[in-house]
C-alpha cells in the first residue's frame, strides 16, 4: 500500500469523525458558547487520551520536547475550532464547510516555507480547481459578508497553521504526545476563556451525550488525521479533506431540511475532479523516486 492510499484511508476515518462533530456541535450550541463547548469537548478527550494511551502502555511516549510547537499548534487549533463551532450555528453546514476548504490552499502555498515540501505544478493546479470548486458552493457575495461566513473563513486560515504545525511535529513526536498536549492545552485555554466572565455552565443531562460524541469525534478525527500527515505531505493530506462537503451537505438536508443545491453537486463533482488529479499525480511519484534511488549507485560507482 502506498503512502498515498495510506493517507486517504486515514482521511476516510478523519471525515466520518468530523461530519460527525459537526452534527453534535450544532446539538449543543443552543445551550453552551463555543468557549465552554472547547472546555467539555477538551476535557473528554484529555481523559480518552490518559485512558486509552494508559491501557496501551503509552503514555511513557509523552514528551516535553517542542513545546513551543506544540503551543504555537494549539493556539491556530483552538482559535480555529472556536471559529468553526460559532460558524456552525450561524450558516448552513455545507457551507460553513466549503469556506473551511480553503484551508488546502493555504496549506499548498505556506508549506514551502514552513515544511520545505515542493509546491509541484500538479499540486497547485489541483489546489487551483479545487477551490473554484468552493466559490461554487459557496458563492460568497463580499458586499454581504455574514458573521457566519467570516468566522468559517478565518476558521480555515487557522486549520492550515495547525494542520502545518501538526506535520513538523510528526517528525519528532509520537501521535499519543501529540494528542496528550492537544488535549491538555486546549483543556487549559477552554477553561481560561470560558471562565473570563466568572460563569462557566453546566451542561444539561441531555447535552452530554453530543459532547461525547464531540470528545470522542474530535479525538478521532485528529488521530486519523495526525497518522495520515505522518506518511504524506500535508499538501497531499489536506485537499482529500474536500471529501467532507458532499457528505455534510446530505447530512444538512437530511437532518435540518437545508436546501441541496444543485450548484453544491457541481462544485463537489469538480472538488472530487481536483483529488483526482493530485492523487493521480502524487501515486506516481514514489515509483520514479525509487527509480532514482535504484540508479543512484550505479552512477556513484563510476
Known sequence: MTPVLRAALWMTGAITAFSSMAVAGRMVSVELDTFELMLYRSLIGLGLVLAVGGTLGRLGEISRHQLGLHALRNVCHFTGQNLWFLALGLIPMAQVFALEFTSPIWVALLAPAILGERLTP??????????????????????????????????????????????????????????????????VLGL?????????????????????????AGLTAHFCLTSALAVAPASIVMPLDFLRLPVIALVGMMLYDEPLDPMVLVGAAIILGANFLNLRGEVGRPRHAGQENRMAPRRTSR
Do not use: H
Request: net charge positive; charged share 10%.
Open 192 to 216: 481560561a476563556c470560558a471562565g473570563i466572565d466568572g460563569q462557566i455552565a453546566w451542561p444539561s443531562p441531555a447535552a452530554w451525550v453530543p459532547l461525547t460524541v464531540i470528545g470522542l
Open 122 to 187: 500538479t499540486r497547485a493546479l489541483a489546489a487551483f480547481i479545487g477551490f473554484l470548486g468552493i466559490l461554487l458552493v459557496a458563492r460568497p457575495n463580499p458586499a454581504a459578508l455574514e458573521p457566519g461566513a467570516m468566522a468559517a473563513a478565518a476558521a480555515a486560515i487557522c486549520f492550515a497553521g495547525s494542520a502545518l504545525f501538526t506535520k513538523r511535529l510528526t517528525r519528532s513526536q509520537s501521535i499519543v504526545s501529540i494528542l496528550f498536549w492537544l488535549t491538555a492545552m486546549q483543556t
